[in-house]
Structure formats: C-alpha cells, structure tokens
C-alpha cells in the first residue's frame, strides 16, 4: 500500500465547475499535510498547508480528518489556469521532517 | 535571487556512462533534497541533507551519491548510469524551522 494515496485522475472540468480531491496517508503519526501544485513539465510549488480545523485560500478549501487519515482540496469556480497536476503531501515525521509526496491528481479546466 | 537552480537542464547518457547533477540555493537554506519523480511514482527522497556537512540516504538512494559542497551547493552523482535510472530530476530546499520545500526546474535525464 502506498503511503500517500491519491486517485490520479484525470478530471476534465468546464470553467466555474466546483471539483474535490481526495487524499488518504498510512502513517497515523503523520504530523503536517500540503497541497502542491505542479505544471506540466515544470516543478511542484506550495499551494497550502492543511490543517486540522479546515482552512480556506481564496477559491481553494483544504480539509483534514486525522480520524480517517484523508486529506482533501477543494477548488471552486475553477480557472483554465487551475490546470494543473495536485499533489497531496504530507510530513511523516522523523530527524529531517521528510516530505512523502502522492503521485498526483491531474485536474484540466475546459473552456 | 535565483531561488534554486539546476544544471543541465536535460542530458543523455549511454549505460555506463558516469554524470553529476548540480543543484545550487542562494536562499540561505539549511536543508536540501534530490527526489526523482517517474510516471504513476509521485517524487521519491534519493538522498538529504539536513545541514551543510552532512547527508542521508533517503527511500531510493542505490546508484547514487551525493556531497554537499557548501551550504549553498549539492550535487548528485550518478556513477555508471542504468536505464532504470531514466527519470525527472528534483532537486529542492528547506529554510530551517518552515516546512515549505521550494524545488528547483528539474533535469530530465534519459539513460539508453
């Protein structure tokens, strides 16, 4: 079982949909949970942290449910831009706080 | 700032054939990371290191060696290069104390 299970898609979207990821992790001391976001062919940047009591950034809502081990990301009124590859991190603890990344969820916005 | 670079860009190789990936941050950070990222794989922890003078094999670490030259500088050293060894190259950075983790644009190497 991977460590950090995400469903890789693809989702196809029409501009202004509303679309969730979901995120499941094994380690249940699991301390700290990211979303990244990466381009096609470009590296994968910070999108948001995620914690505990649910946080939002704009059109974008991370959720987590230590209980269940799932993670999930919600974006909504989606943008062309939005496409893009998500990734569902999270830090498992240990000396140098090593990142586990899912493989990716691959959203495209169409238009 | 440059944040973090990466050299080259793209390379292949001939089985056999030896190569270091130069990965370099002007952000003054204390941690840095080579991951590789393949198809379906998600980025995986070749090797770390959590301060300038040490390094730490991370979840696929044969094949590879690194040296953190200098706070700034840590290069991955492939020594006889193998097919399986075809991959996107990550290398990032970690400010002490943040978990934020900021990648360089990668090498795409390819091992025939």
């Known amino acids: 079982r991977k460590e950090v299970e995400q469903d890789p898609g693809p989702f196809n979207v029409p501009e202004g949909a509303t679309v969730a990821f979901n995120c499941t992790y094994s380690?249940?001391?699991?301390?700290?949970f990211f979303w990244y976001r990466q381009d096609c062919r470009k590296e994968p940047k910070l999108l948001m942290s995620?914690?505990?009591s649910g946080n939002e950034d704009g059109r974008f809502t991370a959720q987590l449910n230590r209980a269940s081990q799932y993670i999930s990301l919600l974006i909504r009124d989606s943008k062309l831009s939005d496409s893009a590859t998500y990734l569902c991190?999270?830090?498992?603890?240990?000396?140098?706080?090593?990142?586990?990344f899912g493989s990716g969820t691959q959203l495209t916005v169409l238009p | 700032n440059a944040g973090v670079t990466q050299t080259p860009k793209f390379q292949v190789l001939k089985t056999g054939q030896s190569m270091t990936l130069q990965c370099a941050q002007d952000m003054n950070h204390n941690s840095m990371y080579w991951y590789r990222q393949d198809p379906g794989m998600g980025l995986r922890l070749i090797y770390y290191?959590?301060?300038?003078?040490?390094?730490d094999k991370g979840e696929v670490p044969n094949g590879y060696n690194v040296s953190r030259l200098n706070k700034r500088e840590f290069s991955l050293r492939l020594e006889s290069a193998a097919p399986s060894q075809t991959s996107v190259y990550f290398c990032?950075?970690?400010?002490?104390?943040?978990?934020?983790?900021?990648f360089g644009p990668g090498t795409r190497l390819l091992v025939l």
């Open positions: 990032a950075s970690q400010k002490q104390g943040s978990e934020t983790q900021y």
């Open positions: 995620v914690y505990s």
């Open positions: 290191s959590a301060s300038e003078g040490t390094t």
């Open positions: 380690n249940s001391a699991s301390q700290s």
């Open positions: 991190v999270v830090n498992m603890g240990g000396s140098a706080r090593q990142l586990t």
